[in-house]
């Protein structure tokens, strides 16, 4: 659109012209620990919308604002997802992928937590952007609220059936609670927006998921509702996201955690998830 157009241009030109005033002592752009210089090599996810898919995304996005910030071209490159994120953080941060593609300068999509960050240290794991959580969007004429104990929240769904992404933190919750007695009422697909599908379809009554995935795929949707999820038995029900780069990379790292916050400030972050059709969450201490 046209009016997007003219606020990225003006917010590269004064990204351009501040990054100076802002970055650590002895640390201006040319200086940062890139591969090439004037250009930050941006690593996110592969097909995985709403965040990275084919040139497009709250990620993407959100990388060419990161570069603007720091007056650097920005280069973004998608690296499709290994078996877990310890694999995904050596293939798209500190070595490289076997196919052959390099790194990034840095990664988005990082979840930050201490334990995780002790057991990678060849990276730096910083600046969350944003709060992901865990999500079920329901059929309300089929399901009630989802609130109180998995007993009490999930005893729908020994009648009705629910669709989740195979493989995945929902999927397997929902195959185990309730000592598996859902099992039979779980319907897996390739990704939550095809869950979605088949809900406005009526072949499930429900879908689990991450909230940003469910946003997305129920943008132009009002027939259902969407409860985040906070039942006692699921151990992880949301998480910072933020971004990493290599261990010894501390000025850059310093350099992005500053243009993050300048973002968060200025409210540009908010407006890159909205555009998306998604709902922002500040982590704790960054409004």
Not at 25 to 38: H, K, P, V
Not at 84 to 89: E, R
Not at 173 to 192: A, C, W
């Given at each position: 659109?046209?009016?997007?157009?003219?606020?990225?241009?003006?917010?590269?030109?004064?990204?351009?012209?501040?990054?100076?005033?802002?970055?650590?002592?002895?640390?201006?752009?040319?200086d940062l620990e890139l591969?090439?210089?004037?250009?930050?090599?941006?690593?996110?996810?592969?097909?995985?919308?709403?965040?990275?898919?084919?040139?497009?995304?709250?990620?993407?996005?959100?990388?060419?604002?990161?570069?603007?910030?720091?007056?650097?071209?920005?280069?973004?490159?998608?690296?499709?997802?290994?078996?877990?994120?310890?694999?995904?953080?050596?293939?798209?941060?500190?070595?490289?992928?076997?196919?052959?593609?390099?790194?990034?300068?840095?990664?988005?999509?990082?979840?930050?937590?201490a334990n995780f960050a002790?057991?990678?240290?060849?990276?730096?794991?910083?600046?969350?952007?944003?709060?992901?959580?865990?999500?079920?969007?329901?059929?309300?004429?089929?399901?009630?609220?989802?609130?109180?104990?998995?007993?009490?929240?999930?005893?729908?769904?020994?009648?009705?059936?629910?669709?989740?992404?195979?493989?995945?933190?929902?999927?397997?919750?929902?195959?185990?609670?309730?000592?598996?007695?859902?099992?039979?009422?779980?319907?897996?697909?390739?990704?939550?927006?095809?869950?979605?599908?088949?809900?406005?379809?009526?072949?499930?009554?429900?879908?689990?998921?991450?909230?940003?995935?469910?946003?997305?795929?129920?943008?132009?949707?009002?027939?259902?509702?969407?409860?985040?999820?906070?039942?006692?038995?699921?151990?992880?029900?949301?998480?910072?996201?933020?971004?990493?780069?290599?261990?010894?990379?501390?000025?850059?790292?310093?350099?992005?955690?500053?243009?993050?916050?300048?973002?968060?400030?200025?409210?540009?972050?908010?407006?890159?998830?909205?555009?998306?059709?998604?709902?922002?969450?500040?982590?704790?201490?960054?409004?």
């Amino acid at each position: 659109m046209k009016t997007d157009l003219t606020r990225r241009t003006l917010l590269r030109a004064s990204g351009a012209l501040l990054a100076g005033a802002w970055l650590p002592a002895g640390a201006a752009a040319a200086d940062l620990e890139l591969q090439q210089a004037g250009t930050l090599r941006i690593a996110v996810y592969a097909d995985f919308p709403p965040y990275s898919a084919r040139g497009k995304g709250v990620d993407v996005a959100l990388g060419e604002a990161l570069a603007e910030q720091l007056g650097l071209r920005p280069q973004i490159v998608e690296i499709p997802a290994d078996e877990d994120m310890n694999d995904d953080l050596r293939n798209m941060v500190w070595r490289g992928h076997y196919l052959g593609t390099k790194p990034g300068d840095v990664m988005l999509h990082v979840p930050v937590d201490a334990n995780f960050a002790r057991r990678n240290d060849k990276v730096r794991i910083f600046a969350p952007y944003f709060i992901e959580s865990m999500a079920i969007a329901r059929n309300p004429a089929r399901v009630g609220p989802i609130a109180g104990s998995a007993a009490v929240a999930f005893e729908v769904f020994t009648r009705e059936k629910i669709g989740a992404e195979v493989d995945t933190h929902g999927s397997d919750f929902m195959l185990q609670v309730l000592n598996g007695r859902l099992r039979d009422n779980v319907v897996h697909f390739r990704s939550v927006a095809e869950a979605a599908e088949a809900m406005k379809r009526g072949e499930v009554a429900a879908v689990i998921g991450t909230m940003s995935q469910i946003e997305a795929a129920l943008a132009d949707e009002g027939r259902f509702e969407i409860d985040r999820l906070g039942v006692p038995e699921m151990r992880v029900t949301e998480w910072a996201v933020g971004m990493a780069v290599k261990a010894e990379h501390g000025e850059l790292a310093e350099a992005l955690s500053k243009a993050v916050a300048q973002l968060q400030r200025s409210g540009e972050i908010t407006r890159i998830f909205a555009q998306h059709g998604l709902t922002h969450r500040l982590p704790p201490g960054a409004d």
